[in-house]
Every structure is written in C-alpha cells, then in structure tokens.
C-alpha cells in the first residue's frame, strides 16, 4: 500500500480550498506552478513524490498566516471519504497552538503523524 501524505503550502497558480491529489512530478508542476520565494510546500511536495508516496496538496495564500486557508483545507481533509488510510500531515510554516492543535485531532482521527519543521515546533512552544 502506498502512503498518501497531505501539504499544505503556497503555489504559483491553482485554486484554493480545493484538495489536489497528485502521483507524479509533472502533474504537479503543470497544476500548480513554481514555488514562490520563502515557500516550503512545494519543495517537500517534491520530495514526497520523489519517495513514491500519494501526494494530497492544499493551496494556502501564505504558509502560516493563511489561517482561513489551513481550517478550511483540514475540514476538507477530515470530511473527504476517500482519506481514511492517511499516513502524514504537514504544515509547513505553522507554528500557531490553534492550527497545530486542529490538525492534531485530525491526525488522531485519521491515525496519521503531523510532520513538522524544527523551527516550526519552536515556534509552538513558545506560541502564547
């Protein structure tokens, strides 16, 4: 079975609050574009279909700040039938204690791991 892994991150063009699935590199470039400067989504995107996993990628308008983007993309990802064998959600560029902790309970929910950046999980703790 392969793992399928959800990203949330910026992109060049595509639509948001949509949830993209992807299985190859090309699709994924000609979909969403180049990845704007600072972004990490695209980048670990990249990297998941390099390792042959299914890749599910929501659009966010900024990475971390998109907070309307991130709530609405988990619904879609906890209200999505087809997602019960989840395997990994990542949130690049989030810190905040209120995104951290949605994704959580869909990460139980799901069975999934929450992957996150060193930086990021700094910026959890120390998030008042």
Not at 34 to 49: F, K, V
Not at 56 to 84: A, C, H, M, P, W
Not at 97 to 106: A, G, Q
Request: net charge negative.
């Amino acid at each position: 079975m392969r793992q399928r892994v959800a990203i949330f991150g910026e992109s060049e063009k595509g639509r948001f609050h949509f949830l993209y699935y992807f299985l190859n590199l090309p699709s994924l470039m000609d979909t969403l574009g180049n990845p704007p400067d600072e972004s990490q989504g695209l980048h670990l995107a990249i990297q998941t279909l390099l390792f042959d996993h299914d890749l599910i990628y929501i659009r966010v308008k900024e990475e971390g700040f998109s907070k309307k983007e991130y709530q609405v993309g988990l619904e879609l990802l906890n209200n999505s039938g087809k997602l019960d064998d989840l395997t990994a959600v990542c949130l690049p560029g989030v810190g905040s204690k209120e995104l951290v902790s949605l994704s959580t309970r869909l990460c139980v929910e799901k069975r999934a791991l929450l992957l996150t950046t060193q930086k990021d999980l700094f910026d959890y703790l120390t998030d008042r």
